[in-house]
């Protein structure tokens, strides 16, 4: 008779154990919705097919399948940056700094083209910086070596002194040309040129001339240019000497 007892309870124990379980569960799945500053989606099928859950709708949970996963891709703006070597015309060489804004705006086409953020943690509550930090490698591989092979084809068409002011928004709207097919807009975009030394000095000693010789002074201007190569600093005595008593 005791030993009876002893199985029953152990029997009625293992089922109230599984219904807390269930019951855990169930809340937690209740919980698992798609917010609405996170665009989440899931494959079934290890990757091969991806589906968006929308806003607010409850997270399938993929219980017993091994192909199952989830991805949060923000639904927020995100920003990457980039420093990089650029040529212009006549073998130029420059450096560029880049800062770019951009947002996931189709997250199906982009997911498809991101394989690397398909194994990425699944948590509605996870912080930001860490949603972000999952899509620093996705950055360099995607969006940087996009934007830098379209900047790099633009400027080695360019004359180094003479190179379109607009250039920054014929390089935007080509770049979201091109990355449309992975579902990404670009919000904004900086580009800085810089040069070295030597680079710089001809850059200005071209300018200058040009001013000079639009005020007629070319010969004038010459002359000052190479004085001013030759020295660190040049005065231009303008006024006439004062006569001593």
Do not use: H
């Amino acid at each position: 008779m005791q030993i009876t007892w002893y199985s029953t309870f152990i029997s009625k124990s293992k089922i109230f154990n599984l219904l807390i379980i269930s019951i855990l569960v169930l809340n937690m799945l209740a919980c698992s919705v798609a917010p609405s500053n996170l665009q989440v989606v899931y494959t079934e099928d290890c990757g091969k097919t991806w589906q968006l859950v929308p806003t607010g709708q409850r997270v399938p949970s993929g219980v017993g399948n091994m192909c199952y996963r989830v991805v949060m891709i923000p639904n927020y703006q995100l920003q990457g940056e980039s420093k990089f070597k650029v040529q212009f015309s006549n073998k130029v060489n420059a450096f560029v700094d880049m800062d770019y804004i951009y947002t996931i705006v189709e997250p199906l086409k982009f997911i498809t083209q991101s394989r690397g953020i398909g194994t990425a943690k699944y948590d509605t509550e996870a912080s930001k910086e860490y949603i972000d930090n999952q899509f620093e490698s996705t950055e360099s591989i995607l969006l940087d070596k996009k934007i830098k092979d379209i900047c790099r084809a633009y400027l080695i068409t360019q004359d180094v002194v003479d190179f379109d002011a607009n250039f920054e928004k014929i390089v935007f709207d080509d770049a979201n040309k091109a990355l449309v097919g992975f579902g990404v807009k670009l919000e904004s975009l900086d580009i800085i040129p810089s040069f070295g030394e030597q680079t710089t000095e001809a850059i200005d000693a071209t300018t200058a001339l040009r001013i000079y010789e639009s005020k007629g002074m070319k010969d004038q201007g010459i002359e000052i240019i190479k004085a001013k190569a030759g020295a660190s600093k040049i005065v231009i005595q303008s006024s006439k000497p004062e006569v001593g008593n």
